[in-house]
């Protein structure tokens, strides 16, 4: 008996028995996930499914098995995003396979014996999918958090009427400097800052690509019609910039916060006089 | 992998390069990238939506949408003309290289705008220049 | 084809941008604004860009041309308002805008040029109470 043969005879099996099958695959998925799905709603996920099973048996490279990869990419998004785990998210597919075999022994049908590992195989290929999608979402999840993280550690505060500052703390990366960039920029818009001071006395280290970056910074807020003060280069950090031959030019740095407010105040035509009483 | 079909659009005159920055902008938006990514993308296209007027006499325009290999969303636009081409593509490339009126920003800015950017050219058939921005 | 309204305050042209630019309608601009300076003797040109989504190789070197323009004719020239997403495409295009003066609004524009705002002159927080002239990087324009 042929391979087709055999895979016809389960494609028979899973339209014949419809009813049985996806009752008993419902009834293992719901076990599954704990009564975090509704019954109804898991019914009508799993028939949607099952339709598309059905059909990629009978049609084997028809377009019914892109269709069913597309859904259960889907399902195992929002399984993702709702914080299931990879088990409770794997078993919507691998149970089919357990449904399925409970058939294929009751029938006590050989032939279907054979096409059941072919079968077996095509579910496990379903199960892979469904793992790429969920992990895929979960990263995405993490990058989502990831960058709220970021915003929350990028705080603009005004240090004097006119006057901004960035305190950075912490390792710097590519994505976070844009971050720092975008608001910053934003907030001299908003508040009518002119002077704008980043402060990277906490920062570890930077490398090439956050230097231009903090680089390209000065340049934009410039273009923009104010002036803008890096402050606490380390000496490990000022290192690197001259090793890495990136050219600072003439843009203002200051060894400390301090002495860049001095210098955005002077520079805003700000007099600081000592002992007001007289 | 690509979603179908995207905008095609021709460019004949200095209006329709405008109406470029208007098509693209309202995609790159649709595609969620973020407001400065829509800018540089918006931007890229402007330069090469008047490559396309001024060197390549004209041609045409598809933008449309984009996922990429991480499941990324994005924007992507092909502009195409049939004009006398690029002799020398490194050339071309090179900032602050100009043939015509502009500042010569227009390939190299473009191409530092966009996340992917490819260039096809052959001398008198025409060029193909082909954008990619990805949300990040 | 638009246009674009060049306005006269005082001694200052003010260009402000509200539509989205076309390379003839930048062209007939930069015309205009020769044309404008000359015919009312303006010491300054004020070009708001608030309104402007992008600026691209093309509008970006319209502004250096102005600027240069002006300055032959005596009169200086500050880009005002434009917004942070434009500042950073333009430092990615390369696009440096050589000696154009920029200020982040059409207040601070007209001060940078010495043309007062009536009745917003210095900030009521500041110690010297002269509402800080020395802004721009290339310090302080009018005279004191």
Redesign the interface.
């Known amino acids: 008996m042929s391979d087709e043969h055999r895979r016809a005879h389960i494609a028979d099996l899973v339209r014949s028995r419809r009813d049985t099958v996806l009752d008993r695959w419902v009834e293992l998925v719901a076990q599954g996930v704990r009564g975090r799905i509704t019954a109804g709603e898991l019914r009508t996920e799993l028939a949607e499914l099952y339709g598309l099973v059905e059909r990629a048996l009978a049609e084997p490279g028809g377009t019914a098995g892109g269709e069913l990869r597309a859904a259960l990419g889907e399902i195992s998004r929002s399984r993702a995003r709702q914080g299931f785990s990879p088990t409770e998210t794997a078993i919507s597919v691998f149970a089919l396979k357990q449904a399925v075999h409970e058939q294929v022994e009751a029938s006590g049908d050989t032939d279907a014996y054979g096409g059941f590992i072919a079968f077996s195989s095509f579910v496990d290929d379903l199960g892979l999918t469904t793992f790429e999608a969920y992990a895929a979402a979960r990263e995405q999840v993490i990058a989502d958090q990831a960058e709220q993280l970021m915003e929350l550690s990028t705080p603009v505060v005004k240090l004097w009427e006119g006057i901004l500052a960035v305190p950075l703390v912490g390792t710097l990366d590519s994505a976070r400097t844009q971050v720092v960039m975008e608001t910053l920029l934003q907030t001299l818009v908003e508040t009518g800052s002119q002077f704008a001071v980043i402060d990277i006395t906490g920062v570890p280290a930077v490398d090439t690509e956050v230097a231009q970056h903090l680089l390209k910074t000065v340049m934009a807020a410039r273009l923009m019609g104010t002036d803008c003060v890096i402050s606490g280069i380390r000496p490990q950090i000022a290192q690197t910039i001259v090793t890495l031959g990136i050219e600072f030019g003439d843009i203002a740095t200051k060894a400390t916060l301090a002495d860049a407010l001095t210098y955005a105040l002077e520079r805003s035509g700000v007099r600081i006089v000592g002992g007001a009483e007289g | 992998m690509t979603t179908p079909p995207g905008d095609e659009m021709a460019i004949a005159s200095n209006d329709d390069v405008v109406r470029v920055r208007q098509v693209v902008r309202a995609a790159a938006a649709a595609a969620g990238l973020s407001l400065v990514d829509q800018t540089k993308i918006v931007t890229a296209a402007s330069e090469l939506a008047r490559n396309t007027f001024i060197y390549g006499g004209g041609g045409s325009v598809r933008v449309e949408r984009a996922v990429s290999e991480r499941g990324r969303a994005g924007v992507r636009i092909v502009f195409t003309d049939e004009g006398p081409g690029i002799p020398d593509v490194d050339q071309a490339l090179t900032e602050g290289w100009t043939s015509g009126s502009g500042l010569g920003l227009g390939l190299s800015g473009a191409r530092r705008l966009s996340d992917e950017f490819t260039l096809e050219t052959q001398v008198g058939k025409g060029t193909t220049v082909t954008v990619t921005k990805w949300t990040r | 084809m638009e246009r674009v309204p060049i306005l006269k305050i005082g001694e200052v042209l003010l260009v402000s941008i509200q539509i ?5 309608t930048v062209l007939a601009l930069q015309e205009d604004l020769a044309d404008r300076i000359v015919r009312t003797g303006a010491r300054g040109v004020i070009i708001d860009i608030t309104a402007v ?6 509008i ?2 319209m502004f250096a041309t102005i600027a240069s323009m002006s300055r032959l004719m005596d009169a200086e020239t ?3 308002g ?16 050589g000696g154009v ?5 059409l207040e ?2 007209m001060r940078l040029l010495g043309a007062g705002v009536p009745g917003a002159g210095g ?1 009521p ?4 109470g ?1 509402g ?6 290339s310090g302080a324009a009018g005279p004191r």
């Open positions: 989205d630019l076309q390379d003839q989504d992008i600026v691209d190789s093309f970006g070197r500050v880009v005002v434009m917004r942070p997403a434009v500042a950073i495409t333009l430092v990615e295009l390369g696009l440096s805008l003066r920029t200020a982040l609004n601070m524009g900030a927080a500041r110690a010297n002269s800080g002239g020395a802004g721009g990087r």
